[in-house]
T-cell receptor
Framework: DAGVTQSPTHLIKTRGQQVTLRCSPK?????VSWYQQALGQGPQFIFQ???????QRGNFPDRFSGHQFPNYSSELNVNALLLGDSALYLC???????????????FGPGTRLLVL | AQSVTQLDSQVPVFEEAPVELRCNYS??????LFWYVQYPNQGLQLLLK??????LVESINGFEAEFNKSQTSFHLRKPSVHISDTAEYFC????????????FGGGTRVLVKP
């Protein structure tokens, strides 16, 4: 059973460009969350997708957008890249608990983005 | 809103010695608590979690953490560390009705020395 996969593993962009990162959730999972981890810091929640809709959003500007596809995979798009967007971008997947309880999030290995 | 403070950014420790990583949180509502571990160049792995019940939770590799509601803490301990425990450890919280959104602390880097 493949876990959470992300592509690409590394990416170099220049300021002002746009980037798309991809995530395939663990088999059986329907919820995908994205986190940004700047160097030396803990991950910060960007947003979460469920049933192809953005369900929650963290404190990130509109330059950060996402999408979830019918097969539950997800994309994170960042427009007008800034130097400060350089970070490790982590995708996490989970399943929806029928009783509304907490379900373990499984993280992918991340995509390391460098903006020059 | 929730916040998590990990009081030590780095903890050097000798092999077979005990280690404690401190975590305090702030929240106006009930939360779930977690410890994640990140090995070099890897993603995050769940180490242990507190959802309810016994305030002492254990992992399969010898770590344990104790939820202390009055002190709003969730410190992580291991009585005897191995070289392979060298990693970064993150404490995190999630509101019980927040759809799994995790709020992380800044991390504690554990370096186990032989």
């Amino acid at each position: 059973d493949a876990g959470v996969t992300q592509s690409p593993t590394h990416l170099i962009k220049t300021r002002g460009q746009q980037v798309t990162l991809r995530c395939s959730p663990k088999s059986g999972h329907d919820t995908v969350s994205w986190y940004q981890q700047a160097l030396g810091q803990g991950p910060q929640f960007i947003f979460q997708y469920y049933e192809e809709e953005e369900r929650q959003r963290g404190n990130f500007p509109d330059r950060f957008s996402g999408h979830q596809f019918p097969n539950y995979s997800s994309e994170l798009n960042v427009n007008a890249l800034l130097l400060g967007d350089s970070a490790l971008y982590l995708c996490a997947s989970s399943s929806t608990s029928p009783g509304g309880g907490w379900e373990t999030q499984y993280f992918g290995p991340g995509t390391r983005l460098l903006v020059l | 809103a929730q916040s998590v403070t990990q009081l030590d950014s780095q903890v050097p420790v000798f092999e077979e010695a005990p280690v404690e990583l401190r975590c305090n949180y702030s929240s106006s509502v009930s939360v779930y608590l977690f410890w994640y571990v990140q090995y070099p160049n890897q993603g995050l792995q769940l180490l242990l979690k507190y959802l309810s019940g016994s305030t002492l939770v254990e992992s399969i590799n010898g770590f344990e953490a104790e939820f202390n509601k009055s002190q709003t803490s969730f410190h992580l301990r291991k009585p005897s560390v191995h070289i392979s425990d060298t990693a970064e450890y993150f404490c995190a919280v999630s509101r019980k009705a927040a759809g799994n959104k995790l709020t992380f602390g800044g991390g504690t880097r554990v370096l186990v020395k032989p």
